[in-house]
């Protein structure tokens, strides 16, 4: 182990994950030279949270916005630490679950470009999609409950425990 990882420990949530994300991430610990702790998440609840009053407030006298549905042709998921873009994995194609490795060159600079714009955090995902011949954001999330499709899970261990190493 890195004498500068002695003090990080990722945490291993098994069951909200699958078996084989699971196994990737333990070996990836492992390899890179950190601790983990596997732990069992307990779900909050099994039931939608109840409310004193409507929370959507939609009325016969709402307004709403209509549009053409968009026709997104490829959506991407980016793991960015310190605004770069680490590792990447196609999960859709035409509104299909469709994951491979990787992402084009062009979606990289566009979510890089955005990042030097804006950031939630220092280390967080970015969807992408293709949207015609423009790309948008679909939405920025926490790396911690992101799903891996086929993004480099050594690369992400690597790449976030060295960032918290380095803080």
């Known amino acids: 182990?890195?004498?500068?990882?002695?003090?990080?420990?990722?945490?291993?949530?098994?069951?909200?994950?699958?078996?084989?994300?699971?196994?990737?991430?333990?070996?990836?610990?492992?390899?890179?030279?950190?601790?983990?702790?596997?732990v069992f998440v307990i779900p909050f609840s099994d039931a939608l949270p109840s409310f004193d009053t409507d929370p959507v407030n939609i009325s016969a006298k709402s307004r709403v916005l209509v549009s053409e549905p968009y026709n997104i042709a490829y959506e991407w998921r980016l793991w960015i630490v310190n605004k770069k873009v680490i590792t990447a994995s196609q999960y859709r194609k035409y509104f299909q679950l469709n994951k491979k490795p990787g992402c084009p060159a062009a979606v990289i600079e566009f979510a890089e470009a955005r990042c030097q714009e804006y950031t939630p955090n220092d280390i967080f995902v970015m969807d992408v999609c293709l949207c015609g011949d423009e790309y948008f954001i679909v939405e920025c999330g926490c790396m911690n409950s992101a799903g891996f499709y086929k993004g480099d899970i050594e690369r992400i261990v690597k790449e976030v425990t060295t960032f918290f190493a380095g803080c």
């Open 1 to 38: 182990m890195q004498s500068s990882f002695k003090n990080i420990q990722w945490v291993v949530q098994q069951n909200l994950t699958n078996q084989e994300d699971l196994k990737m991430l333990k070996d990836s610990c492992e390899k890179t030279g950190v601790k983990y702790q596997e």
